[in-house]
């Protein structure tokens, strides 16, 4: 009855020598590529299209447990639309990450040659950043091939690079002819350590413990205030107090004069419902060049706004400040109060510090003369699919975002109620974007200055004296291009035809703002469609304890190192175990050892069924049919439905239990006795039993499992396939 299996099986699972050819075989095939498998007739070039891009990481980086997480889950919904009959599209790209890539390269130059970026000028500096990235992309490249990700690497896509240029300049041309895009004054996150602007996501809050510090501006002001930053006090304008507070009602509309810290200040108390009333003191020390919040708020009541801050963080008032670090100017304000009898209290109180994330730098909010984009701005849009905007009406960008997640056809359907209404809170306080950097390494601002000329183009304007914005744009704005983009666009391509808006976008949900909404923003008006149908929104990978995995805790996993002790495919199961969509998943070592088991079962249970097997065993219709109702069908049923409703850790964990506690423990156990007394008929009907079993089981685990499910594939009896010509399971047909 039994025939020779084959040596390997013979020896344990040896992961170590069959992920990389495996691989490359996969790769060499090219049946990552939709278009070729049109060509070998795996897919039909009618069939529904399932487009996804990759959410591209650093281009100088590393694989962490974060972006593991998120290929393995994208790699999981692509291989199962291809074999699902899909014209299954996934495209790979890296993104710049400019002001991490920069400040990499400076502070290499300013180790080696002790010099700074000035010091070598621009031209050098770009030259050796393009240097920088040829040498260290490989990394990142690698890893993504390592995990097993099945993209299609014929499309490769870059942030910086010709086509994605092109896209951007085009996109800014355009906005900027629209009135979108403009130049000018308004608050920054602005790092004094990187000398530049920094979007929301690149800042890192640090719980500190500060000081509270209640006082009086002076002896006869009548309205003592809060705050845990005094220096700022000498660029008050107002004290603002809620409309309803009895307390300070008679004060409204009054003015005073007052010398604070040697600097002469003009106070005025308003009105502003924006004020807590049982925060602090009740009332607001309103500082318009140095908080957002008061900036608005000098908006509505049309205050002055002088800056006591400047670029370096120091202080730019007359007398005992002046020329002060901030820090230091804190300590000088607070003696001064000290001094002048006007301090009430102090105390400690909690504090978030914004920070900069490449650089570590405290962030001060500075008002900047800076390119911004106007959400609020009406513009008519000539062609529409987003629900509730038809193709002529006038809209705004902010009416594109919000009206792009309706769930009706044309829109974007957010999984997670709870996500949506965050993401349409998020929209509705939206503020003008900050899209300019200054930084050298980037997408340049196509604008350019002769006296007070200004002209925005795709090439340089001809003539002398014409000198180019000096900024670049936030890599956020290229990277909000990437659903079209990597598409073609904004030539008329094919693949832009066929494959855009992509089915979904599949990220972390630190990211629905800063990068999701801006997609949705980017293609609304760029095409007047949404960029993908549907968001799913993963969670953070935290340790076992539950803690988010850091340096400074000492907890961080890296899935290479893991994937090199214990396999790839147990890593990548291990990351989706117990991990519901927009929730955080925990991971640990002996989870990932836990998974190297389950591979090492399934490789014995495929030798025991190899051993009893001749090779040649058929199943009848109506056994077939049988072993479905008995055990198959309803399997299959299950994991399609959770996959497809995206519940991939339910999918993973009901093939655990199947292949482990049901094949393994029950139907294997229950086998032997046949193969041991049964008849050589019933010895037949029972080997092709379990390798149908096997067959079906090996297909519906292998995007969660795919390296060690494609090595036994190719070791199963070629009689059996579905297909003779075809001995990849990557290209079987997903059972039914």
Known sequence: ??????????????????????YKKWEESGCFNPDVCIKKGVTAPDAETFSIVLPPPNVTGTLHMGSALMLVIED?????????????????????????????????????????????????????????VEESKGTILRQIRSIGASVDWSRYAYTMDEKRYHAVMTAFVRMYEAGLIYRGNRIVNWDPKGQTTISDDEIVYEERTAKLYTFKYSKDFPIPISTTRPETKVGDVAVAVHPDDERYAAYIGKEYDAVFC??????????????????????????????????????????????????????TVGGRLHGMKTTDARDAVVTWLKESNLLINEEDTPQRVSTAERTGGIIEPLPKLQWFINVEKSFTLPHSTIPNIKSGDTTTLKAIMQNSVEDAEGGVHIIGENFKK??????????????????????????????????????????????????????????????????????????LRSYHPTALIETGYDILFFWVARMILMSGFLLGEVPFKTVSLHGLVRDEKGRKISKSLGNNIDPMDMGEKYGTDAVRVSLIAGMAPGTDSNISEAKINGYKKFANKLWNIT?????????????????????????LGLLIKEVTTHIETYRIDLAAETLYQFIWHE??????????????????????????????????????????????????????????????SQTMLILEKWPS
Not at 118 to 125: H, K, M, Q, V
Not at 266 to 271: D, L, Q, R, W
Not at 276 to 285: D, M, N, V
Not at 608 to 628: T, Y
């Open 607 to 631: 030798r025991f069924i190899l051993e009893n097997s001749n090779g040649d065993e058929v199943l009848s219709p109506e056994n077939k049919k049988a072993l479905w109702d008995l055990h």
């Open 663 to 724: 094949l393994a423990d029950k139907i294997i156990e229950e086998s032997k006795s046949v193969f041991r007394d049964g008849t050589d008929a019933e010895k037949a009907q029972k080997s092709a039993e379990l390798m149908e079993i096997l067959r079906t089981s090996l297909k519906l685990l292998h995007p969660f499992m795919p390296f060690i499910t494609e090595e036994i594939w190719s070791s199963l009896p070629h009689t059996l396939t579905s297909d003779k």
């Open 1 to 22: 009855m039994s025939q020779t299996i084959p040596e390997k099986f013979t020896k344990p699972y040896d992961y170590k020598t069959v992920e990389g050819p495996i």
């Open 262 to 315: 040697d600097v002469p200040i003009h106070i005025k108390i308003i009105a502003d419902y924006i004020v807590e009333k049982e925060f602090g003191t009740g009332a607001l020390g309103v500082t318009p060049a140095h908080s957002q919040t008061d900036w608005e708020i000098a908006d509505r009541h049309d205050l002055t706004r002088p800056q006591v801050i400047d670029e370096r963080a120091r202080m």
């Open 76 to 132: 999981i919904l692509v291989r199962h639309a291809r074999m699902s009959g899909k014209r299954t599209l996934w495209i790979p790209g890296t993104d710049s990450a400019a002001i991490a890539t920069q400040s990499k390269v400076e502070k290499e130059i300013q180790k080696k040659e002790k010099k700074s970026r000035y010091d070598i000028g621009r031209e050098e500096l770009l030259k050796r950043i393009d240097v920088f």
């Open 422 to 495: 965050i993401y349409l809170h998020w929209i509705e306080n939206l503020r003008p974007w900050c899209i300019s950097r200054q930084i050298w390494f980037g997408h340049r601002i196509p604008v350019w200055y002769r006296g007070d000329e200004q002209y925005c183009g795709m090439e340089a304007p001809s003539g002398d004296g014409w000198e180019r914005d000096p900024d670049v744009l936030d890599t956020w704005f290229s990277s909000a291009l990437w659903t079209c983009s990597t598409l073609g666009w904004p030539d008329d391509t094919s693949d």
